[in-house]
């Protein structure tokens, strides 16, 4: 199984300690973690930075022969401050490598030759056209089985025609219940609750799949008119830093192990909560976890 993600690799500041993420590289680090084949498409700067990503993303498993290292942009970074409730705020800099990502003759040819099971991303690395661009192409080359978007809207760096040009291109659509609210008057100009929003951007789009992650409330799935909700797995929350990003990975995950969307999504409330109970974005399982994903593994049901 092979699973490639494109978007921002970049370190987050939590309280004076530098944590190694960005959604796309979460996603991707997650899946490696879980025993599939991860890599990514994205640029760091050739600085301390960059080469302790680099080196964190091997770490993790993370093929990194998509990545790119620039000269004359830095290596992101985001401060993080996350409030009483573990709910962060971001302050994400502008013009740094990973808002330059580029693909050589034969990082294009590599793309193309592999086998992708699915391409995840998301919509902050798209506020630079160069980026847009790029991953139209990315995803003509990698022509994957299924694509993942994952919609991550972070301060104002969206707009409505990226986003539905992200829709367009998906067959499996990722977004919390914040986003349902500004998508849904985005798109159908007045807010919408999940099941309506989900039944008219799966029709208007073509989209089989569509997943709301919703907190403590649980999650909702979508599948091809179908509506189901998950509940939540209850933690003491250390930060939400990442939790999302965590649920897409065990999402994909079992899918990719052929469970139903409502087993991934039960999988998937599982990975996150423990993310969240967690300091930054890429903790150690716990042995539930471990115990759930060799369940996937040998073709049990996750419950």
Known sequence: MKVVSFGEILWDLIDGKAYIGGAPFNVAAHLAKMGV?????????????????????????????????????????????????????????????????????????????ERWDVFCFGTLAQRSATNRELLREALRVARPARVLFDVNLRQSYYRSDWVEDSLGACDILKLNGEEVDVLSKMLFGEPLDVEPFCELVSKRFEIPVVCVTL????????????????????????????????FAAGFMFALLHDKTPVEATNFACRVGAWVASQRGALPDYSADIVRQLEKIRTGNVVR
């Open 215 to 246: 907190g403590a409330e649980g999650a909702a799935i979508h599948e091809n008119g179908s509506n189901a909700w998950v509940p939540a797995v209850p933690v003491t929350v250390a930060d939400t830093v990442g939790s999302g990003d965590a």
């Open 37 to 113: 084949r991860s890599a990514i498409i994205s640029a760091v700067g050739s600085d301390a930075l960059g080469a302790d990503a680099l080196s964190a993303a091997r770490g993790f498993g993370v093929d990194v022969g998509f990545v790119s290292q620039l000269e004359d942009l830095p290596t992101g970074t985001v401060e993080v401050v996350v409030r009483e409730e573990g709910q962060p705020s971001y302050v994400i800099h502008e013009n740094v490598a990973w808002d330059a990502i580029a693909l050589d003759a034969g990082q294009i040819e590599k793309l193309g030759a």
